[in-house]
T-cell receptor, first 115, second 115 residues
Framework: EAQVTQNPRYLITVTGKKLTVTCSQNMNHEYMSWYRQDPGLGLRQIYY???????DKGDVPEGYKVSRKEKRNFPLILESPSPNQTSLYFC??????????????FGPGTRLTVL | GIQVEQSPPDLILQEGANSTLRCNFSDSVNNLQWFHQNPWGQLINLFY???GTKQNGRLSATTVATERYSLLYISSSQTTDSGVYFC?????????????????FGKGTKLSVKP
């Protein structure tokens, strides 16, 4: 089944404890990205990657890191999480055509709470 | 930046009723997608529709790119249609000739279908 998977789905952690949220897609998509969803602010892009070893900042990159060593994986790293990073996180992937990313497919979401 | 406005913000329907959701956007877009966020928080792809009309079962969508709006039609609504419907657009970058894949989401239409 074609899909985007994220792990963990739920995580409660404490301030300052480094964590990684994994994202994997099995559709051979070049483009991958991360979004966060917050009440009143909606969904906003954190980082994106056009292909392996090519990453760039979205609208809200502060406090996050990403890497794209393999085409299928795009982990989101929080080196020192803070309570304002409590949010619902989504990973997405898309084929990359001449005009850029096409239809984006989203993972199931990771609900993160930072105490 | 680009503005994405959805209407109505809230909608309550009796099961079996029809509805139309609207999405207005303020600039030229490369992509437009409709999503359904279910009560468990998952984002379900409904339509990838930068222009034209598509139908999928009881749902259909129309985008008139030249007039900068899109419509989502739900016919014979069911209780499982409840949730939030999002329109998201990807800005067309005239200099780049495509887009960076940063989906800008509207605030959504919260639909409640009563039995």
């Amino acid at each position: 089944e074609a899909q985007v998977t994220q792990n963990p789905r739920y995580l409660i952690t404490v301030t300052g404890k480094k964590l990684t949220v994994t994202c994997s897609q099995n559709m051979n998509h070049e483009y991958m990205s991360w979004y966060r969803q917050d009440p009143g602010l909606g969904l906003r892009q954190i980082y994106y990657s056009m292909n392996v070893e090519v990453t760039d900042k979205g609208d809200v990159p502060e406090g996050y890191k990403v890497s794209r060593k393999e085409k299928r994986n795009f982990p989101l790293i929080l080196e020192s999480p803070s309570p304002n990073q409590t949010s619902l996180y989504f990973c997405a992937s898309s084929p990359l055509l001449a005009g850029g990313p096409n239809e984006q497919f989203f993972g199931p979401g990771t609900r993160l709470t930072v105490l | 930046g680009i503005q994405v406005e959805q209407s109505p913000p809230d909608l309550i329907l009796q099961e079996g009723a029809n509805s139309t959701l609207r999405c207005n956007f303020s600039d030229s877009v490369n992509n437009l997608q409709w999503f359904h966020q279910n009560p468990w928080g998952q984002l379900i792809n409904l339509f990838y529709i930068p222009s034209g009309t598509k139908q999928n079962g009881r749902l259909s969508a129309t985008t008139v790119a030249t007039e900068r709006y899109s419509l989502l039609y739900i016919s014979s609504s069911q209780t499982t249609d409840s949730g939030v419907y999002f329109c998201a657009v990807d800005l067309l970058d005239m200099n780049y000739g495509g887009s960076q894949g940063n989906l800008i989401f509207g605030k959504g239409t919260k639909l409640s279908v009563k039995p």
